[in-house]
């Protein structure tokens, strides 16, 4: 494999151990509006745009999800998901990850298919400032995952070819993302995906954990 020169990480379930209270936020969310989904499926839908979610849960449920609605439910999910940020912390080796890449003068940015609202909560567990961090949020970009738009966005702001990037993300809407735009999709276990999973979807390796990728940082990548 040939050198890649920049790392485009996804954020909920890469770098922060976040899904779980994700889910939980959607789910109290949209009970609070009487649309009845497990949060199994919920889940599965975890790393996507909150639009594009709520477009397939309309889909699913056979409900019609207003403008409105889906504007309520995107500020209940921020408000549910706030109350839970005690609880959001740096998933095993994240920091030292980020550490290490930057002494080695890697590039990387944070692309994240949440708002700036949520992507700060995350960013303050890894001991990062948006106005310190490369950092690409929904809000950046016309069209959230699958879509490749968020890595391309950020493979522009580190001023590198999409195809010399690699896409670290826990879930298929990333390696899926990654596929669509050339870059080299890496996935982690650690927002509940498994293996096959993620190598249906694109993923060229998979590890557990941000630690387990620091590791073995030298099978993805040499330093330019």
């Known amino acids: ?39 199994w499926r919920i889940h599965r839908k ?11 849960l309309s889909r699913e449920t056979g409900m019609d999800i207003s403008e409105a609605q889906a504007k309520r439910l995107s500020d209940k999910h921020a408000e549910a998901y706030r109350r839970t940020q005690g609880q959001i912390i740096a998933l ?13 003068d890697f ?8 708002e700036m609202e949520t992507a ?11 106005d310190q961090s490369n950092l690409v949020t929904r809000s ?9 738009d968020l890595f ?6 580190l001023d590198t070819p999409i195809e010399e990037c690699l896409v670290i993300g826990d879930a298929i809407w990333d390696m899926l993302a990654a596929r669509r735009c050339k870059a080299t999709g890496i996935g982690v276990l650690s927002g509940g995906y498994d293996i096959s999973e993620l190598e249906r979807a694109g993923a060229l390796r998979v590890y557990e954990d941000p630690l387990a990728l620091l590791n073995h940082l030298d099978e993805i990548a040499t330093p330019s």
């Open 92 to 104: 095993p080796g994240a920091v030292d990850l980020l550490k290490a890449l930057t002494e080695q």
């Open 140 to 148: 950046d970009v016309t069209y959230g995952k699958p879509d490749p």
């Open 152 to 157: 391309l966005a950020a493979a522009r702001k």
């Open 1 to 39: 494999m040939r050198p890649q020169t920049a790392f485009l990480f996804d954020l909920d379930g890469t770098l922060t151990d976040s899904v779980y209270q994700n889910v939980s936020a959607w789910k109290e969310a949209l009970d609070s509006e009487n649309i009845p989904l497990a949060m």
């Open 46 to 56: 975890i790393g996507m745009s909150g639009g594009l979610m709520l477009k397939m």
């Open 107 to 114: 590039k990387w940015c944070i692309a994240t298919s949440g």
């Open 120 to 130: 700060e909560i995350n960013l303050r567990a890894l001991d990062l400032k948006p």
